[in-house]
């Protein structure tokens, strides 16, 4: 199995700060908007979006952590028990603006549990949704609003986020062909 890096930290870092710009630029109200990362690592990028976010407006800006696991279709199929993790959303959602923030967008299975997870907090005016990776093969008609990077994969690649609040490695992304 051959595996390349197909981003490394400044590329992670570029992306990020780009796509901050772009939704400073996009939304003319940051006090309609609230960033939800997905467990484990869109949590981590929805800190790092924020936190620019929060930079650029000179606005705080709300900010909650999603887990998903009781709403995946796959849960009796995977084989390994899950590994429960925090959901914190303390605000209300409804009329709000959220940006769902993860990793990878595969076969969008993971961002249809999340908008049903989410949509249990409320009614948001929208959502929209940043993944740091699109690598193709949807299984579900979703589409990233805001992605950094996307690659054409085959159902049987691997791609790995690496992010060094995790994994305790420089933060990059891998791809792996069998």
């Known amino acids: 199995m051959g595996e390349q890096v197909i981003l490394n930290k400044q590329d992670i ?53 999603l887990d998903i696991t009781f709403y995946r279709d796959d849960i009796a199929t995977r084989g390994v028990l899950p590994v429960i993790k925090e959901t914190k959303i303390e605000f209300n959602i409804t009329k709000k603006t959220i940006l769902l923030v993860d990793d990878v967008l595969f076969t969008g299975r993971t961002t249809k549990a999340a908008l049903e997870t989410l949509t249990t907090f409320g009614r948001p005016q929208a959502i929209r949704l940043f993944v740091l990776v699109d690598r193709g093969n949807r299984e579900l008609p979703i589409q990233p609003d805001y992605f950094g990077f996307r690659i054409e994969t085959s159902v049987e690649d691997k791609v790995r986020v690496r992010l060094n609040i995790h994994d305790n490695t420089e933060d990059h992304v891998t791809l792996a062909n069998p």
């Open 13 to 65: 870092e570029r992306i990020l700060n780009e796509t901050a710009e772009k939704l400073y630029r996009e939304i003319p109200n940051v006090e309609d908007l609230a960033i939800v990362g997905i467990q484990t690592r869109g949590v981590e990028l929805a800190t790092r979006l924020l936190s620019r976010l929060e930079r650029l407006s000179g606005k705080t800006i709300k900010f909650g952590t």
